[in-house]
Nanobody, 122 residues
Framework: QLQLVESGGGLVQSGGSLRLSCAASGFSLSSYNIGWFRQAPGKEREGVAC??????TTTYTDSVEGRFTISRDHARVYLQMNTLKPEDKAEYYC?????????????????WGQGTQVTVSS
């Protein structure tokens, strides 16, 4: 069974940091481009970052550029989130891409984890 599992969410004060982790079962993460997404209540799911499988090239949405870093090793994909802001509060998901390019569109992803909650207090 193909599965993605996120971990590392929690409550942090504004300006703080969290590190999210994404692990997979049923397939090798290293064979796919992997993205991180987030969804706040009442809002659409938003692409946050993506990392390519072979070149490790990264892509970020503008609002997190310079604050978030996506990385990967052979088993996991990480999202290091620094200088967190209240507007970063959301459910965060990792997902497996169907595309050879690193897209931030949810339409380019076919497997999703269950999410991990990130709450940032002001």
């Amino acid at each position: 069974q193909l599965q993605l599992v996120e971990s590392g969410g929690g409550l942090v004060q504004s300006g703080g940091s969290l590190r999210l982790s994404c692990a997979a079962s049923g397939f090798s993460l290293s064979s796919y481009n992997i993205g991180w997404f987030r969804q706040a209540p009442g809002k659409e799911r938003e692409g946050v970052a993506c990392i390519k499988r072979s070149t490790f090239t990264t892509t970020y949405t503008d609002s997190v550029e310079g604050r978030f870093t996506i990385s990967r090793d052979h088993a996991r994909v990480y999202l290091q989130m620094n200088t967190l802001k209240p507007e970063d509060k959301a459910e965060y998901y990792c997902a497996r891409s169907t595309s050879i390019v690193c897209s931030l569109s949810p339409n380019s992803y076919n497997y999703w984890g269950q999410g991990t909650q990130v709450t940032v207090s002001s």
